[in-house]
């Protein structure tokens, strides 16, 4: 599906600056430094041995899984991502489903990532209110052929500071598609079935002919 291939790709790119570093101490920090510093860790970790990724890309989970993901509120994503279907989920069913999904990330990101460069992405200013607990930070990515994307990461303040639950590329939300397609899966197949081929690594699209 050319929504979610974009989505995997250029989010990829960028996602990963979406998030807060704890262990750096930014929770105190607002949404576009977070972004910022969070993008210098993931650099610093591709340049160290860019041409060892470039030659197995599937390493780059590793750095995916060390500065993204452990920042990222999979559990509020998931929830999203699930729609009406999380209220009628089991806690085990959503534990499962939280956790595939956590792993579709990692595995989605790894690859694409491998050809990320920092003059790739620039990161706009973000003005939020003192109070605020939801921020949009904007960015723009550049595709091989030098178009510019407009890539925007959703972050909401929780006691650990800012975490990502979102990202909106050229006007399209990876939840809301997510959230489409499983949701449609899931109807068809059940949620078992569903989290059992995400489980697999096989994400379930359904066919377009029977999408609403």
């Not at 197995?56 to 590793?62: L, R, T, V, Y």
């Not at 939020?128 to 030098?146: I, K």
């Not at 959230?179 to 995400?198: P, T």
């Amino acid at each position: 599906m050319k929504t979610l291939a974009t989505i995997c790709i250029l989010a990829a790119s960028g996602l990963a600056m979406a998030v807060d570093t704890a262990a750096s101490g930014q929770a105190e920090q607002g949404p576009s430094e977070v972004v910022e510093s969070a993008a210098r860790s993931m650099l610093q970790g591709l340049d160290a041995n860019r041409a060892a990724y470039k030659k197995d890309p599937s390493k780059i989970g590793e750095l995916v899984e060390k500065y993204l993901l452990p920042h990222f509120d999979i559990q509020y994503s998931a929830r999203l991502v699930l729609g009406k279907h999380w209220a009628d989920a089991k806690p085990e069913q959503r534990e499962r489903f939280a956790t595939a999904f956590y792993h579709t990330l990692v595995d989605n990101y790894g690859s694409a990532l491998a050809e990320f460069t920092s003059d790739r992405l620039k990161v706009f200013p973000t003005k939020v209110e003192p109070n605020a607990d939801r921020a949009t930070v904007r960015t723009e990515v550049v595709r091989d052929n030098g178009d510019k994307v407009p890539v925007s990461y959703s972050l909401r303040k929780t006691p650990d500071g800012w975490k990502a639950w979102d990202v909106v590329i050229e006007g399209i939300s990876y939840v809301k598609s997510f959230r489409e397609d499983f949701g449609a899966a899931i109807d068809q197949q059940g949620l078992d079935a569903v989290i059992e081929r995400i489980e697999k690594g096989n994400i379930p699209v359904a066919p377009k002919s029977q999408k609403k």
